[in-house]
């Protein structure tokens, strides 16, 4: 749901006549998901990016590919962030491996 309500709002963007304002509110309340996307489709070609769900909230937005591949990138670069805080996340989906009987992939870190 969040792809259309997303596509829809970029080709609305592209009706705003200043090129400033409308590169604002790509940033700014869409988080530039479209370049976004289009560098993970460059950087991990073989997932075939067709059957792609988006999904948002906190302070990622996430692809889901193919029910088999989870793409969970910061919707703000801010280098303040703790690394330790993005770890977390990773940490804690592995000690999840251990106690679960479901698959979970393994987390890579870029």
Not at 34 to 61: Q, S, T
Not at 83 to 107: H, S, Y
């Amino acid at each position: 749901m969040w792809n259309i309500f997303f596509a829809i709002c970029d080709m609305l963007c592209g009706l705003i006549p200043n090129s400033e304002i409308r590169a604002r509110v790509r940033h700014d309340k869409l988080f530039d998901w479209r370049k976004k996307y289009d560098v993970l489709k460059k950087i991990c070609p073989e997932a075939r990016f067709y059957n792609v769900r988006m999904i948002k909230g906190g302070w990622n937005i996430g692809f889901i590919v193919k029910r088999k591949y989870v793409f969970k990138i910061r919707k703000f670069l801010d280098k303040d962030i703790d690394v330790t805080r993005v770890l977390r996340e990773k940490r804690i989906t592995d000690a999840f491996k251990n106690v679960l009987q479901l698959d979970i992939p393994n987390i890579e870190i870029y």
